[in-house]
Each structure stands twice: as C-alpha cells, then as structure tokens.
C-alpha cells in the first residue's frame, strides 16, 4: 500500500465492515467478519485426501530434540508424508524416534549417511544454530529438499553463501518461522494493506517470561554421558571443549551454539511484523540488556531490548520498532505484538488480532492542563470568543470508532500450514513461503541486534542488500 492513500484505504475498510464496525464500538465481539475468516480456513484443519503414489514425499529428521519431533508431530499429520530416517547426536532422541515412528525408521548419528541416501527427498533440520547452514548447505548440494529451523544461520556471514547455493539449486526451502504461514498473520497483513490503522509510526513486541524451562534450562537426562552423546559432531566447528552435559542440552545459553534471545526469538518477531508489512527489514539497530539473574554459567543475555528503525518504502512509512525479551518478569511473563497508526492499533496474540480505532479530535479544545488557565480572565474571556467562533460545532474529543476481534479457529495450528506449504512447494517445483531470502530479512537484523549488544554500538544494516553497511 502506497503510504499516502492510508486515509484513503482506511476509509474503504470501514465501509467493508459496514455497520459491525460501529456495532462493536460498544461491545467488542467477534463479529460476521470472524466467522467467515474461521470458516474460510477451517479445512485447512483436516487432513488432505488420499495421495497418488507419486505424490508421497519421504523424509528424513536431522536433530532430534524439543523442535525435532515438534515438527515431525506437524508434517506426519499430512497425508502422503513418510517417515524414512533420523539423526541426531543422542542416542536416546533416537531411541524415543523409533518408539514413536516404529523400528523400521533407521537412525543415525551421522547425518551426512541422510544425505547420501538416495531414497529421501526432504530434509527437516532442527539442530543447534551453529549447525543450520552447514546442514542446510549440504543438503541442497545433494538435491534435497530442506526444512530449517530459524534462525537460518549463526552468523551473518553464513548468509551469503546459503542463498547462492539456493538460488543454483532452487530446491523447495522453508525456515522454520511457522508465523509466515499463521492464518492470524495473513488477516493482520490484509486488514494492514486495507488501511486498517492507518499510517504505521510505531510498533512494540515484547516476549516475557518466568521460569526456568522458559529461560532456557532444559531437562538433562541421566544417562548423558560422552558413551550416550556424541559430543564431538555436536560441537561442529565450535571451539572443542571437553564433554558437557549442560552446554549440551541447554547450548542455548551459549554464543558458541546459540544465537541468544535475538536469534532465538527476536527473529519470531521480525517474521510477524515483515509478513504483515512486507517489510524488508531496518537499517539502523541498537540493541542493550544485560544478565540479570539466570547466572549459571551462561554468556547469553536474559534481559534484552532492542530498537529498529525502518525507513520508509512503497511498502510502508517510516516507522519505529522496540523489541523486548525479559526471562527475569516477575509479573509472571506473558507476550503482545501492537502496530500502532495515526487512526488505530493492532494487536496480535498467537489466535487473535484486534484492531482499535480512534480519530484524533477536530478541534484542539482548551483549559484543563493547558496554558488557557494561567490566563487573566479578561484574556480568557477573549480567547474563548474567537475559539468559539472559530471551532463551533466542531468535534474536540477523541472519537472511538469501533473495535474488531478475528479470531483463528479452535485448535488451529500454524505449523501444519507451514509444512503444507513447503510440502505444495516440493510438489509442484514452487517456491515456499520463507525461503533464505526472507529468513536472512528476519535472522540478520536480529544477529546484527547481538553485535550491538555485544560492542554496545549502533549497527546499520542494509536491508535490501541483506548486510551489515560497511560504515558500522
Ligand atoms: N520454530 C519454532 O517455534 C522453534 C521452537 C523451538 C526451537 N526452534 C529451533 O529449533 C532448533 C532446535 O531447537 P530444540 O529446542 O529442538 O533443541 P534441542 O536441544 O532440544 O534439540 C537439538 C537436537 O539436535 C541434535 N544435534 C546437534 N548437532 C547435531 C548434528 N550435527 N546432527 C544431528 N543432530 C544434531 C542434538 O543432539 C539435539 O537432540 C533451534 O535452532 C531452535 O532455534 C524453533
């Protein structure tokens, strides 16, 4: 949307709505709007129909953990979707693999023994950071199909070389940022393209957590041991140590493995909001924070704060973003997304979208908090006069004009969404919803966010070229 027709489309978009836009003014409600938005989507719900043999897509699982079989759990739920092989560098995530897929799955912990097998089209890459582009890389080089975890890389540099080899080998990519598919994020872009809030300035995402699991520390099972851990292919190209249970299952808390609370949620959030605007990303990024109180030997933030700067492009105005991630909120945690425009708010949470609308005031008004009380009152007598007859009839308080709930349908899940994509990508040789491109968009300002808080300076990104600009 052309920035300077926001009024214009905004109008259009009340006029959509016709009378339940005001109607809900009083009481918000889902309204007829909702239920169609539900209907519409619902049998993206069921499973599809039967697929002709030539059809089935046979996969395989690289790493085994939380998000490993999370995404398996996903793509199994599809019809025409096999099962072939897992690797992983545990030996109990394979053991747990075949207990739940069955022994016929054969297990490795070499993943490169995936890749060389002939028999499998498509690969789901949910391993530490510091593995994703060397897998990914790999996989496209022997003709895979690939799903990656976010972030795509661990570092900036890896970017480049990642998108070349896609762009040589065009194999069906999707990163795993599962909002790009979320049919809440896809009403939110559609109800922000209509002019919805107006023209953007502003928007605020905070993620906010308080427990342990939730800052990062993960069940380390007893049997971890150098026997039951291949501790040498976890640490890849990391400095090696000596084995660690701790830096093993919980690497997140590690900048040798992980990427910290931007790489492992900021990019959740750039996903949303650059699906919503069609944004290509900020140029300038200060990011600071601190460790606060999870000091268990990690050398990750759990405290971080970041603002963005988005110049203004055919796609939206110039606007402002702050991103917060808090492990230490003893409030009790909890998260929102909010857009905020000169005529209303949007505000996402994981099934809804509301949108908020008021007009500014016509008339300016007076007294109250205002220079006008510390008037003689001569002079107030005379400044209401020529206000009067200036501003009469003319509305000086802010106008509500409705509110709209769109609610997902119960038991929707985005993650489905996003392997049917991938899976109609692989099908029909097309192109998937995030392919590198859009996840660099997404990992790089959150990377570039970690240099910042690192070497507590301002970083300018380039983000149609998808780099960090030279002079930072
Ligand atoms: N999309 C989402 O919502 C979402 C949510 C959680 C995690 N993730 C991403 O998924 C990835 C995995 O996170 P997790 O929570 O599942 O971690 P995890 O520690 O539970 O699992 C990682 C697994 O990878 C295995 N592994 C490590 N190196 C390997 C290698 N070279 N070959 C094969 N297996 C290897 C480990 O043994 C481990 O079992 C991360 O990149 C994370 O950012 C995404």
Known sequence: MNKTDNNNSRRKFLKKLGGSAVLAAASPSLLSAATNFADKHVQILKKRGRVPANDRINIAAIGLGIMGFGNLKAALSREGIELVSGADCYDGHLQKLNELYGSHVKTTRHYEEILDDPGIDAVIISTPDHWHARQAIAAMKKGKAVYCEKPLVHKIEEGEALIREHRNTKVAFQVGSQWASSIVIHKAKELYQQGAIGKLNFVEVYTDRFDAKGAWQYSIPPNAS???????????????????????????????????????????????????????????????????????????????????????????????????????????????????????????????????????????????????????????????????????????????????????????????????????????????????????????????????????????????????????
């Not at 640490?235 to 992980?258: H, K, M, S």
């Not at 790489?263 to 900020?282: A, C, E, K, N, Q």
């Not at 991103?323 to 505000?347: A, H, K």
């Not at 008021?358 to 206000?387: H, I, R």
């Open 226 to 472: 150098e026997t039951t851990c291949d501790w040498r292919t976890f640490q890849g190209g990391a400095t090696a140590l000596p084995f660690d249970p701790v830096r093993f299952f919980r690497w997140r808390n590690y900048q040798a493995y992980g990427t910290g609370m931007a790489g492992d949620l900021f990019v959740h959030l750039f996903t949303r909001l650059h699906t919503i605007t069609g944004s290509l990303g900020p140029e300038r990024i200060y990011a600071t924070g601190g460790l606060n109180y999870w000091k268990d030997g990690r050398d990750v933030a759990d405290l971080m704060l970041g603002l963005f700067d988005y110049p203004e492009t055919q796609q939206h105005p110039a606007f402002n973003l702050s991103l917060r991630v808090n492990f230490v909120d003893g409030s009790g945690g909890g998260d929102s997304m909010r857009l905020v425009g000169n005529e209303g708010e949007m505000v996402l949470d994981g099934n809804s979208v509301s949108i908020r609308n008021k007009k500014l005031p016509q008339a300016p008004g007076y007294g109250g908090w205002d220079t006008f009380e510390t008037f003689p009152e001569k002079v107030q007598q005379e400044f209401v006069s020529q206000y009067n007859e200036k501003y009469q009839g003319i509305r000086p308080q802010v106008l509500s004009v409705g509110e709209n709930i769109f609610q997902a349908p119960k038991g929707y899940d985005m993650r489905v969404d996003h392997f049917d994509d991938w899976f109609n990508a692989i099908r029909t040789k097309g192109v998937a919803i995030e392919g590198p491109e859009f996840a660099m968009r997404t990992a790089g300002p959150a990377l570039a966010a970690n240099i910042s808080y690192n070497e507590k300076r301002i970083v300018h990104w380039d983000p149609s070229q998808i780099r960090q600009k030279q002079s930072s």
